[in-house]
């Protein structure tokens, strides 16, 4: 199909859940209501690293109205074994462990028992009662820290496995890998330019507005049913089940509306501890956790230590880069390093590369993902970099970019050659944007630039399709919708079909009721669910023209198939027409799609932002911001300029503001919404979006996912400009106004 | 069992009676006793905005209101805020610019900018903006929710 044929694709509709969601009527996880329902509130550690002596919850279960208490203690200990998360496997023992600490605390917020009672009140006061004896440990709370010689250990039995080998050195470096390509020194040889910084980000958190919540119902019939706000139901299901040592089978999941994920609302907290509790008082139990429990028990993204160092020629060609990330894991490993490495020199053509990556583990909340995980560090160091380099070479920072951009064949060092991608494109378009020229209007005023790079993850996805008889069609799928997928997926049903959005009618269904479908994550929903609904349009297609072929006595090759009309001959009947007339031709027609696409495409993003510095306070206002990036195709553009908009705004928050600001004893001062400052209605302007289309050909329409790639550029962009207009390079994220300051006093001394 | 208080106030234009315990925001009351969901918990500390209602016409979270001070009050909620079966002028304008993406803090922002739209009809962008910092948005970076708020604006004085 070429761009233009479509009808459907590229049109905005209105989102099929938008009525329920402007009105209240939407059921959000905490929304959950059912008769006998006990209310759960869980105990968290208040030290950053301790071991548990003793704990003694025999008060709290005697405290009027507690139905059950509960501890580790009280899940299955079943050998250990690797359970998939979401976006990677882990044992099952850290799974577990960061549910209900078992033996020791490792962050401050640490899960330590859990309460069931009449009202969550009751349940908080008895909380009150369990008495807990810490040990308390000294503790580690950055890479640099942790991986010193002779910090604090986290885990006596995490042995640091490097270059893909398991050493037998105990240590919080989980895991250290090297990417390399070419030869590094040749490369810094040819040189004629070389600068190195090193960076260091704090921790932020995904900031989602609905804190987690969970719903379980231990049956009488032994299964278990959960309902929760999740990204992914069915990774719910899979690590639920696993927790508690029943098959996948015994649990169901039904994934309620989601308030915001960004890639925490992966991980499981909650669940596996509302189903014991539940099994353990034969009443459904809810928990809803605080704005506070979420700062301190859920997943943050790693705060990291970088250094880059790249190499450049007179002529703007870039001949060598190397970049030592380590990221903070938290208190297990996974610190999402690896798409960080993947990420950090992706936007270009380099031969001559070294990265090593470092998985550390720290006495802070285990990281989960966040929109992009890793890539946002990444791209502050390397995007700040190439600047500086841009600058002393004289050259425009846009054209050094193009000079040295990624394009279809070039080999990324963690090994990947690129199919047709769109980094070129997008720095063609930020040059043309008339922003990119304006003038700046003003003094303590600078602009700067960035991009960043962003997979497709692909995985799993699966869909139903049954027609109705009034020429309308039900979709069923897997995919949580956190942003309007229902609405993405449910058109390139349509397109294929040939009917309006608006007649498909796209359900999120628990995990009983559809095939398996990995995450709401990845960039992948309306890349793979989209495919997997374009395949049982397919599907339906294929059984339509058979039933008109049986109207018209004819063979079903010979009918075809144009925006919802069925042709053979001379006859030719609409999609409506022909679901009226399924009874005489069959009975009902139900078309399925499953894939699991490979994660051809990725999407390139980049900004142009305008900054003004005030040089007393040290305070940076967002006076213009441009989001540039490549969608491959838009299905549903306003939803992919929300995207733009929203991950800019988030980057603009890592960029300024947010941060977890712990004291020494790893306790985060600022776990609320007050003092963990993110951006408001009033400290951001309008986000101008320009979508660049180049077709991913790894996808039927040539959509690429859209959701991350956008956070990417925002803080190296802003760095960029606040040294255009304050004259100092920004080495650490937040760039709050003590940073500023600081750089400000370090530079005039 | 704590001793319950009776309260009596007129909810989305219908008298409502109710019995809360003195520690028990007016939020908790609308969700759990009365089943009004459509109010949300985002923080249960005023920061966020989420559970935003009208209470006599003026803006309060309602997490950091007591369910007994609502005691003779009139609140309105999301629940209150369409007309019958048709949507408020707000509620289409969100749709229309894609305002919302997860959807969790658009009640908050339509009970809000309701408030604003009552008191300045003809609202500028800065005003708009000062407004809604009332309430958190993670998703969509507001600028959607900006222009949604202009165009009902626009419409309504059409």
């Known amino acids: ?749 | 069992m704590h001793n319950r208080v009776r309260v009596q106030t007129t909810i989305n234009g219908e008298p409502q009676e109710f019995l809360c315990e003195p520690r028990q925001s007016l939020l908790e009351c609308l969700r759990d006793i009365l089943g009004l969901t459509g109010t949300k918990e985002g923080c249960n500390d005023g920061n966020c905005g989420a559970c935003t209602v009208l209470m006599d016409d003026r803006v309060v979270t309602s997490c950091l209101v007591l369910g007994v001070e609502a005691q003779g009050s009139q609140i309105t909620t999301i629940e209150g805020i369409a007309r019958g079966s048709e949507l408020h002028p707000l509620q289409r304008a969100f749709l229309e610019n894609a305002a919302l993406q997860c959807g969790v803090c658009t009640p908050g922002f339509i009970v809000t900018a309701k408030a604003l739209l009552d008191r300045e009809p003809n609202p500028s962008e800065e005003q708009i903006r000062l407004w809604l910092a009332n309430n958190l948005c993670r998703c969509t970076g507001y600028d959607k929710i900006i222009r949604a708020v202009e165009q009902a604006a626009q419409e309504a004085r059409a």
């Open chain 1, 1 to 749: 199909m070429k761009t233009q044929e479509y009808s459907v694709i590229g049109t905005r509709p209105i989102r099929h859940d938008g009525a329920d969601k402007v009105t209240g009527r939407a059921l959000y996880g905490a929304d959950f209501q059912m008769a006998g329902l006990l209310h759960g509130f869980i105990l968290r550690s208040p030290h950053a690293h301790a071991r548990i002596r003793r704990l003694d919850t025999s008060k709290a279960a005697a405290f009027p109205g507690v139905k059950a208490v509960m501890t580790a203690d009280d899940f299955p200990q079943v050998p250990e074994r690797l359970v998939d998360l979401g976006e990677g496997d882990t044992p099952l023992s850290y799974a577990r462990g960061n549910v209900l600490a078992q033996g020791k605390v490792l962050y401050r917020g640490h899960a330590v028992a859990a309460i069931a009672a009449t009202s969550v009140h009751v349940a908080e006061e008895a909380a009150d009662l369990i008495e807990v004896d810490y040990e308390v440990l000294p503790c580690a709370l950055t890479a640099p820290d942790a991986m010193r010689e002779g910090a604090p250990i986290l885990h006596d039995d995490l042995k640091t496995k490097e270059f893909g080998e398991q050493t037998s050195r105990v240590s919080n470096v989980a895991e250290h890998f090297r990417h390399v390509m070419g030869d590094i020194d040749a490369g810094f040889a040819e040189a004629e330019i070389t600068v190195e910084r090193e960076f260091n980000t704090a921790t932020v958190h995904q900031g989602y507005i609905e804190p987690h919540n969970a719903t379980a119902l231990w049956n009488n019939d032994g299964r278990i049913l959960v309902w929760c706000s999740t990204q992914g139901a069915f990774v719910v299901r899979d690590v639920t089940a696993c927790i508690l040592d029943v098959p996948v089978s015994r649990v169901k999941v039904t994934p309620m509306e989601i308030g915001g994920g960004f890639g925490g609302k992966i991980p499981v907290y909650l669940e596996p501890v509302a189903a014991l509790l539940s099994k353990k008082t034969g009443k459904p139990v809810k928990i809803v956790m605080s704005r506070k429990d979420v700062f301190e028990g859920t997943g943050p993204t790693p705060g990291s230590y970088i250094k880059v160092k790249i190499g450049a020629r007179k002529d703007g060609r870039i001949t060598a880069a190397q970049a030592f990330l380590a990221y903070e894991a938290g208190a297990y490993p996974g610190a999402m390093v690896g798409p960080g490495a993947m990420c950090v020199f992706a936007a270009y053509d380099i031969a001559n590369v070294v990265i090593d990556g470092f998985d550390v583990v720290v006495n802070k909340p285990s990281t989960a993902a966040y929109r992009a995980p890793g890539a946002t560090n990444a791209a502050f160091a390397t995007e700040t970099v190439v600047d500086e380099i841009a600058e002393k070479l004289g050259m425009d920072p846009l054209d050094f970019r193009l000079k040295n951009a990624a394009k279809e064949g070039t080999r990324r060092a963690d090994g990947p050659k690129y199919r047709r991608i769109g980094c070129v494109e997008v720095i063609e378009a930020m040059k043309k944007h008339p922003h990119y020229a304006a003038p700046l209007g003003g003094p303590n005023r600078g602009r700067g630039v960035a991009v960043g790079f962003w997979f497709n993850v692909g995985l799993p996805s699966s869909c139903t399709i049954s027609v109705t008889a009034d020429g309308t069609v039900n979709l069923v799928e897997g995919s949580t919708d956190i942003g309007g997928t229902r609405t993405s997926i449910a058109m390139q049903a349509a397109e294929v079909l040939g009917i309006p959005a608006e007649d498909v009618r796209p359900t999120v269904v628990d995990t009983d009721s559809v095939g398996f479908t990995a995450v709401t994550g990845g960039s992948r929903t309306t890349f793979a669910t989209g495919w997997a609904a374009y395949e049982a349009a397919q599907d339906i297609v294929r059984q339509m023209k058979e039933r008109a072929a049986k109207l018209w006595e004819t063979d079903a090759a010979s009918v075809t198939m144009e925006r919802g009309v069925f042709r053979a001959a001379d006859k030719s009947i609409t999609f409506q027409e022909l679901a009226a007339k399924l009874d005489q031709t069959g009975g009902p027609v139900v078309g399925r799609g499953a894939v699991n696409p490979r994660g051809v495409g990725g999407s390139f993003s980049g900004n142009i932002v305008d900054v003004e510095v005030d040089p007393d306070t040290g305070k940076v206002t967002i006076l213009r911001f441009t989001a540039v990036q490549d969608a491959g195709k838009a299905i549903h553009p306003s939803y992919v300029e929300g995207q733009m908009q929203g991950g800019s705004a988030q980057g603009i928050g890592w960029a300024l503001n947010e941060e977890y600001w712990m004291n020494g004893s790893g306790t985060m001062m600022n776990s609320s919404l007050l003092d963990y400052r993110m951006p408001t209605a009033l400290d951001l302007p309008m986000i101008d979006t320009v979508i660049v289309e180049v077709p991913n050909p790894g996808h039927p329409f040539g959509a690429r996912g859209v959701g991350e790639a956008n956070i990417i550029p925002p803080p190296a962009a802003i760095a960029n400009a606040i040294y255009h207009a304050a004259g100092v390079r920004m080495d650490r994220l937040p760039m709050n106004p003590p940073a500023i300051m600081e750089a400000i006093w370090k530079q005039r001394d």
